[in-house]
């Protein structure tokens, strides 16, 4: 079930998450009481509109706090609030006196660690222990500290599943928003979500509109598919709302998250059997090749992939960057037979060196690590460009294979116009909107082939090799434009 998490401080807040929730078909909202009014406490519960979950969540209640929560409790109760939160921390005494108190009452009992994530097997004896409890449902909430942490919360999920018991379980934090995506698949009972990104009421909240709208909630089970991008950083990364959007329009039983991690074997030896396939971006796109000695020919001499297929043990290899820049050159005319240079060393720069040599293009690479660029024209046997002052070679195209804007580009490109001879500039770096690089280009009359317009070919690209379907690109443009500034 769906929860939205909100702390009111008054009645008016309390109706603005019910209109959220009832917008998105949120299941329950949870009353988070730590500071609210009694007065106003009371009123929310008179509203019969949604059921409501009861939080007092303090660390340690002792004290002050200890008889604050004892009172809203005891409001909670007397009212008949549907369901009640209590912290398994506080005790079987304090525990034992609230559960006699009930009624009609349903008791989530749970657990939380804000400092890590337990192993499994540490994970099992506490719920086992928890369990002694008799409650309606139990809630292990943990800190991640490793992209790979999520994975033992959906082995926990699956380790109940011929239990008859109600288990919520999902990782706190940035790096823990997987759990909470993809807990649904796993079988968790209850998907705790905020009311928007101002108001999260745990760390590594999403918001609802987030989690309902543009992560398929409502149509994942546990036979969904799983996608995701690995890499680090991934805030920029739109391939989450390009892929979710596209499984929603071909009915495809899917999801695609962000993978953010900085260590490509130990994410695959972790979610062998739990992903299906991935995108791969900085900085893997060349590292990840040792995961496979069944690497194909093209991808081998590429010596970098962005896509990535896991089917049982093996896992294949693709490079839709370079099949996106061929498509590009096949199909303007003055991206062959030219001068081409092509700033960057990393893994695109591959592709687009391998794709611009099959057009019969002069490739010259720099790089602002000049020994990165010299390994890479060696490599590929083309020319390097040590000196943005070198004069003997007029360029009639430039690529920048970097993530764009950054001072090394601005200054070679600059140095680069000034010869005259530049007709046309492609970008690689995701910016739908006019980037520094691209407003060079066009001060100089230089024909332009935007990021936005790269990325979105080799996305569509992608998703045919994930779904075995096409999706129709002047709608994936007008859609991904619309949903730029949405954030995962």
Known sequence: ML???????????????????????????????????????????KDKTIEKIVTFRKEKVSGAALTRMRELYSIAFSSGAEYIDIDFSWGKEIIDDLISNSRKSKIILSYHDFQRTPRLAELKVILGRMEKIIAHSYKISVQANKMEDNARIFHLLESVQSKKIKLTAHCMGELGKVSRILGKKYGTYLTYSSIDDETTTAAGQLPVETIAEYLNYHKLNRKTKVYGIIGNPLKQSKSWIFHNYGFSMNNFNGVYVNFLTDNVQSFA????????GVSITIPHKEKILSLSKQVSDLVGSIGSANTALFAHENIIFYNTDYLAAKKFICENSYLQN??????????????????????????????????KSKQLAQEFDVFLLENIKQKEVNFDVVVNATPGDNEYLLSTFKGVLKTGSVKLTMDVALNPFDSKFILLAERHNCKVIN??????????????????????????????????????
């Open 451 to 488: 990021g936005f317009d790269f990325f979105l070919e080799q996305a569509l690209i992608q998703f045919k090799l994930f779904t075995k379907s096409n999706l129709s690109r002047n709608q994936m443009r007008k859609y991904l434009l619309r949903n730029f500034n949405q954030s995962l």
């Open 338 to 371: 030219k001068n081409v240079l092509i700033i960057g060393a990393g893994g695109t720069a591959r592709a687009f060196i391998f794709a611009m040599k099959e057009f019969n293009n002069n490739v010259y690479v720099t790089n602002r690590t000049i020994q």
């Open 269 to 276: 030896k972790t979610f062998a059997g739990l992903v299906d």
């Open 3 to 45: 929860v939205i998490s909100a702390a009111p401080k008054n009645y008016f807040d309390y109706k603005s998450a019910v209109k959220k929730a009832k917008k998105y078909s949120a299941d329950l909202i949870e009353v988070r009481i730590e500071n609210i009014d009694p007065a106003v406490f009371k009123k929310i519960l």
